[in-house]
């Protein structure tokens, strides 16, 4: 499960990121439609953390190493979405949208890190 929830931040975060990007492109600056699909891939990867806490509570059975990995790459998938959103909201033209698109792309490599750091430090 924790490795499916895995993929889906990360495929969600990717192709966020590439719907910025594309808007980028086309210079369009983020929207209120970019801003509600922030909010709504935080969410899920507020989902995520907490799934995975939960997990190192419950399954424990990894080095405390492995825990205070885990729990960075958590912390920095939290805060990575709005740190770009209060970025690119000071950014108001394309390079915004740019912003945007790199805080999903960063989402995207934390959530495959912290799945990989996840199964290899498993139990």
């Known amino acids: 499960m924790i490795v499916g929830l895995t993929f889906a931040v990360l ?3 990717l192709a966020w990121a590439l719907w910025c990007a594309v ?7 983020p929207t209120k439609a970019h801003r ?18 939960v997990g190192l509570v419950v ?8 825990v ?7 912390i920095a998938t939290l805060v ?11 950014e ?3 390079y915004g949208s740019v912003v ?8 995207a490599v934390l959530s495959l890190r912290t799945g990989q750091v996840w199964t290899v430090t498993g139990a």
């Open 36 to 53: 509600l699909g922030l909010v709504a891939l935080e969410a899920v990867a507020l989902v995520q953390a907490l799934v995975l806490v």
């Open 80 to 90: 990575v979405l709005p740190i770009g959103a209060a970025l690119a909201h000071g």
């Open 59 to 66: 399954l424990g059975g990894r080095s405390a190493g492995a």
């Open 68 to 74: 205070i990995e885990i729990v960075g790459y958590l």
């Open 23 to 29: 808007s980028a492109v086309v210079g369009q600056a």
């Open 11 to 13: 495929a969600l975060a």
């Open 92 to 94: 108001r033209t394309r």
């Open 100 to 107: 945007l698109a790199v805080a999903g792309v960063t989402l």
